[in-house]
Each structure stands twice: as structure tokens, then as C-alpha cells.
């Protein structure tokens, strides 16, 4: 299998043959590339939001910071493997440790709509406190607006983090070099087809549960045993092909998989046929590609299998 720019047709913004948002701008593929780069990158000028990473890199006063932010909009708001509070935790979490950091604060936007259950918004609340947790990260701010009932979908969030740099060489695509390895951190497709199979009400023999988990712990076990990590990305929108797109694309190399090395669930190929989809663009919230050079490819896989990420 072999990822191609190939992924859809470009929409130019501006000059867009659309004249309003369409779903797919948000979809991580080809069309959100293009209103990345076509308006908002021209708009405000920044140099790191051009590199389209995962999150920018800062210098202050010479502490080197990473900075992201993430908005969450996933219905049902709870799903086999977690809710949006996970999600929004863990996503702001792993996106910090793609750019080689490690997580420190995060802050939480609360989006409520009148109407939306007191209990639920407490269960919300809890899981996203925990997946804070687990990786060793404080909620240090935040903020809540209700709209009309009506007016949106119960509750969404946005969340903001910051973290330390682990590395004064962080992972990049411009670091990536022919002959590098690519490491995929576990079975791919689990999160999305989770939320699919629970809003069409599919069942399946065995449980089908979202990967949803912070790759925090991995991710700095790789800088402490000194590994040359050239590139990281985790898996979320558009999935393992759209992610190697888009670094393949920064990089300007071509990356090659071999199908049957890319591990799937049997209920996840299942979803997928049902559904016409392509398992290696359905969206994960707990995998990662790690690019290496050949040399350091056993030592990351060696690290990677002992902090396992199910």
C-alpha cells in the first residue's frame, strides 16, 4: 500500500468553486490541507504554524515550550474505550509528545447546550481528570459558555496544552531521510470504527473498543534511552495513510508500507467492509508512526513493545 497525494479533490480557498464550509474541510484530508495552507497560514504568517505539525515549538527567553491546541465534537459523547473527556485528555496529551515534549498544562473550553444531563457532564468531567492524570498533566485553566437549546450538540470541547521539550532536536518531517524506518505503535482503525459501529448500532462477537490512550510514556522513553527519533505523528483524523501523506509530502521522499505488516482487527475489517471504508484512513486516538533510522529501528521497537499501548 502506497500513499499518493492522490486523496481527494482540492478545494482552493480562496477562489474555491465552494462558496460555504463543507464536512470535508474537516476531515484531516486533502481539503483541510488546502484551507490550511490557502487561508489561514497566509493570514497570520507564522513560520511553525507552516510546518503543520502537531503543535508549534517556542523559544521563551530560552526555555524551549511546545504549544497546541485541539477542538472536540464526537457523537455519541460516550463510546466503547471512553468519552469525549478521554478523547480531548489524551488528543492534547499525544499531540505535546509528537512534537517531542513532555506534557504539563492543559487548558479546557466547555461548550454546553441548555439541556444536557448534569450527570453526564460529571462523568465527562471525571474521565477527562483521569486521562489528565495518567500522564502526569494538570487542568491549570478553563472556561464555560451554554448556547439555546438546539443550538449545538451537547457538549463540546476545546482544549490547550503545553510542554517541555525533551530534545533541543525535535521530531520533525524536514528530519526524515531516505532508508529511515517507520514504526507503526499498534493495530490501527480501532477508534474510529468503534464510534461508527456505535452510532449505526452494529454488534460484533468480540468487543470492539476505542484505542483511545496517551502515547506520553512511550514517547519519552524513546528521548530517555537516547533513540534518534527523526519524525513522530500520531494517527487521528484522515488515519495511518493521510498522516503519512502529509509527512512524506513536508519531507518531499516517498515512504513504502507493506500491507500485510500493518496489524487489524477482525472486527474493524468487519466495520470497515460494512461500510465501504479504507481502514488505513479511519481515524485512532492512541497510535502513532515513529520514523527512525534503520540502525535505531530494533532499540525503538525493543521500547515501544515494553510501554505497550492497547
Known amino acids: ?43 497570520f504568517g507564522d513560520s511553525a504554524l507552516a510546518e503543520l505539525g502537531d503543535g508549534a515549538v ?19 459523547v460516550f463510546f466503547p474505550g471512553g468519552s469525549i473527556g478521554t478523547l480531548a485528555a489524551h488528543g492534547t496529551v499525544n499531540d505535546l509528545s509528537m512534537c517531542g515534549a513532555r506534557p504539563v498544562a492543559l487548558s479546557v473550553g466547555m461548550i454546553l447546550e441548555e439541556g444536557f444531563p448534569l450527570a453526564d457532564l460529571e ?18 485553566t478553563g472556561d464555560t459558555k451554554v448556547v439555546d437549546r438546539g443550538r449545538g450538540d451537547g457538549i463540546y470541547l476545546n482544549t490547550a496544552g503545553i510542554g517541555v521539550l525533551l530534545t533541543d532536536d525535535p521530531p520533525r518531517p524536514a528530519r526524515m531521510r531516505p532508508g529511515d524506518a517507520v514504526i507503526l505503535s499498534g493495530d490501527i482503525g480501532r477508534h474510529g470504527t468503534a464510534i461508527m459501529a456505535a452510532r449505526e448500532g452494529l454488534e460484533f462477537e468480540s468487543d470492539l473498543v476505542s484505542d ?99
Do not use: W
Not at 505523528?233 to 512524506?248: K, N, Q, S, V
Open 58 to 76: 517556542l523559544d521563551l527567553d530560552g526555555t524551549r515550550l511546545a504549544f497546541t491546541t485541539d477542538s472536540y465534537v464526537v457523537k455519541p
Open 1 to 43: 500500500m502506497s500513499p499518493s497525494l492522490a486523496d481527494g479533490p482540492a478545494c482552493p480557498v480562496p477562489g474555491s468553486s465552494h462558496r460555504t464550509v463543507q464536512m470535508a474541510h474537516g476531515g484531516g484530508g486533502r481539503m483541510t490541507l488546502d484551507l490550511i495552507e490557502r487561508l489561514f497560514v497566509p493570514a
Open 212 to 310: 483511545c490512550a496517551s502515547l506520553a510514556a512511550p514517547v519519552q522513553a524513546l528521548f530517555a534511552a537516547g533513540v534518534e527519533v527523526h519524525s513522530l505523528r500520531d494517527l487521528t483524523r484522515g488515519g495511518l495513510a493521510t498522516a503519512l501523506i502529509e509527512m512524506a509530502r513536508q519531507a518531499g521522499v516517498g515512504i513504502r508500507l507493506r500491507q500485510r505488516d500493518i496489524p487489524l482487527d477482525d472486527a474493524v475489517r468487519g466495520v470497515c467492509e460494512i461500510l465501504g471504508l479504507d481502514p488505513a484512513y479511519v481515524a485512532n486516538e492512541g497510535r502513532m508512526v515513529v520514523i527512525v533510522p534503520e540502525a535505531a529501528c530494533e532499540q525503538a521497537l525493543d521500547i515501544l513493545r515494553a510501554h505497550e499501548v492497547t
Open 123 to 140: 462523568r465527562v468531567v471525571d474521565d477527562l481528570r483521569a486521562a489528565a492524570a495518567q500522564s502526569g498533566v494538570r487542568v491549570v
